[in-house]
């Protein structure tokens, strides 16, 4: 088994296939300019319903990681990287994620990291790599 | 304190059917066989059942934040009400709670509310069966994954201890919590499991096993995971007014917690240095007059050894980020110790009742009958239950 795609609809879509143009897009709010994720037909800091997707610069830092060992499906290759990314627009705004091109012992905790996709199906899955310095 | 709904309520009875991996029997006769157990230790008959609440409910695919993975949820409110003709004024049976303590809950808000007298709570699972049964433990739609989820799956993670890896390595980037602190909790389970019959793993486990045994997703290793089972745990709660007629001796609710204080995800848990276990610990300890000081036995969560890591700070025995010196070296936390933890086994060495086997052995220590294994004088025990966004406690006591 393949690792799994989202089923794209009009509420995600946004997110799932902005990769096809190299874009990270979440939804923000027009009102106030919170970023909401995951994504909401309304801004959780100021209730407003204008609220569309904005490409964000791709690039964060590493809040926490795993480095997973066990294939739990058939067909899974391990060791991968399992790493919560906060993304620099705004505190608290993060992506659960994988971090590539890089070794599994090499990440760390607060290590800057910037966006490349993944194509899978119809999704354009983003996933991190160390930011270039 | 202002008269609570938790006065008003008492565990009547107790039942657990046999736990083990290797169990012939289906999931539905150990329901039952938990249950009428369960009825009779109340000193009831099923016709005097008259609510059911199970969590969480007959559910083979996860939408919400719990778990439905094969086996773990076994059969719901309506199958075990009709396979024992019960006619209950109120069931219910779901997974979009704080935790798997919300039936217990539930059932003591029906009791404290007057729609019910005796409402049997039970916890099925049939993990081991299910496991070796089923050959993909993860079925993503074809169509793709949706709700919750599709945050995850589509980035392999697939499971509890990838999940919960997170919040470990975040526990001890921030405070400096060790392996080998993590360690002493699975050792202590392993030393109380051997003395408890129904645990499935009761050999000697050392800090050289610990340490040398298979990563499952860093910095969780083999033995900071839970072990799937089959078994049932059920209980009965009761207006206090049967308390006299309770055929063993009935158990008070001294009070409960269930407070979720961060968003209801997994992934975009604010503090992963903690989870739900900080807002229900707090809501339990503003309903009561008790402080941890007050509590003998503690049966908190432990479907991995972090998790209880955070039940001993989320329901302040410990100080924030101190959990891990104050388990070290494993003395604190023995039978013989200040604050004896997972008695029975806990789900490390007993295997995965899913906090129904802690709340089981509460019971059972609060009674004295916990045998090779009971500490002296119990009186007041807390149970924990829960991981991430979901969390759930009670603080039970002997004395009326």
Known sequence: MPLPVPQ????????????????????????????????????????????????????????????????????????????????????????????VECAPEDVAIGMPVEVTFVERGDAFIPVFRPAAS | MTERFEDACIISGIGQSEV??????????????????????????????????SWPGAVSRAEGLAP??????????HAVID????????????PETPGMFASVIHACMAVASGMCRHVLVYRALNEATAWRTVSERVSADAGGVTGPMQWMLPFGAFSGPTWMGLYARRHMHEFGTTREQLAAIALNARRNAMRNPKAVFRDELTMDDYLSSKMISDPLCLYDCDIAVDGVTAVVVSTRDHAPDVAGSPIHFEAVGSALGGRASWDQWEDMTQTAATSAGAHLWSRTDLKPADVDVANLYDGFTILTLFWLEGMGFCGKGESGPFVEGGQRIALDGELPLATSGGQLSAGRLHAFGHLYEACLQLRGQADDRQVEGAKVAAVSAGAGPLASCLLLRSDS
Not at chain 1, 45 to 72: F, K, M
Not at chain 2, 20 to 31: F, Q, W
């Open chain 1, 8 to 99: 794209i609809t009009d509420d995600n879509a946004a997110f799932w296939t902005g990769g096809r143009d190299g874009e990270l897009r979440i939804i923000r709010c027009t009102s106030c300019g919170y970023y909401v994720h995951p994504p909401s037909p309304r801004c959780p800091e100021c209730l407003s319903d204008a609220v569309e997707p904005s490409a964000v610069s791709g690039r964060g830092h590493v809040y926490t990681l795993t480095i997973n060992r066990q294939a739990w499906v058939p067909g899974l290759k391990v060791p991968f990287v399992l790493a919560i990314v906060e993304l620099d627009e705004q505190p608290g705004l993060r992506l659960l994620t994988n971090i």
């Open chain 2, 83 to 94: 396979a024992l003709r019960l006619n209950p004024t109120w069931h219910y049976g779901g």
């Open chain 2, 68 to 77: 439905a993975s094969p086996g773990s949820s076994g059969p719901g409110p």
């Open chain 2, 20 to 53: 083990g991996r290797r169990i012939t029997k289906g999931v539905m006769a150990l329901t039952l066989d938990a249950a009428l157990e369960a009825i009779a230790d109340a000193g009831l008959r099923p016709a005097d059942i008259d609510g059911v609440v």
